[in-house]
């Protein structure tokens, strides 16, 4: 049976950033290539350790390509502009048993050029949005709370011991609109700002207590 590349595009901005308590930064975002349906993604590594990958991945039935945490809009155009390549990567692959695993081989010359195309492109997607100038719409461009400082105080947001967590979560968005317009970052995000603010309020309402 020929399988045909479908995209899968992604609808929310956020949806590759995802940034697990505990872990030094945000999770791995990448392209993914069915090669039993023929789906086209882009998602994040939902495994806790940045090393752990599902077997279907490790066998090679899907295939993944490392890429920037990317808006939705800009993982979707990538996909589109890769869906040629997936699909003469797709056309000449199979998915073989070995004798112990089920295993996706990449049988042709073409598809084996069209797989080296894709993973050139995914690096140099990579290298592009790291330097100085980047592509900044392009990217969910992670800080942490931790490595930004102390850059507000309760009194600079306005915080007091009496306020609610819906006027934090207001808070949160203006500070987090503030500061992606001071790093030129339109779609960055700081991950630890809610929990920092509700430290604030907690530590001034149990001065309160004392």
């Known amino acids: 049976m020929t399988l045909t590349v479908t995209i ?44 752990r990958k599902p077997e279907t991945v490790v066998h090679g039935i899907d295939r993944q390509w490392t890429i920037p945490v990317l808006t939705a809009q800009a993982a979707n155009s990538f996909l589109d502009d890769l869906a040629p390549l997936a699909q003469r990567l797709l056309d000449g692959s199979a998915v073989e048993w070995d004798g112990k695993n089920h295993v996706g081989r990449v049988l042709t010359e073409d598809a084996q050029e069209a ?51 819906a006027e934090l979560d207001e808070t949160a968005r203006r500070l987090l609109d503030e500061f992606r317009k001071g790093v030129g970052q339109p779609y960055a995000v700081i991950h630890g700002l809610d929990q920092h603010l509700r430290g604030l309020r907690d530590a001034l309402a149990a001065d309160q207590d004392t």
């Open 115 to 165: 797989d080296a195309e894709i993973t050139r492109r995914c690096e140099a997607l990579s290298e592009a949005l790291s330097e100085d100038g980047g592509a900044a719409d392009d990217l969910m461009d992670a800080w942490s709370i931790d490595t930004i400082g102390d850059t507000w105080s309760a009194e600079e947001a306005g915080i007091t011991a009496t306020t609610t967590d």
């Open 8 to 51: 899968q595009h992604l609808s929310e901005t956020d949806e590759l950033y995802r940034w697990y308590e505990g872990e030094s930064g945000p999770q791995r975002a990448y392209v993914e290539l069915s090669l039993t349906d023929g789906a086209l993604l882009a998602s994040c590594n939902g495994f806790i350790g940045k090393n």
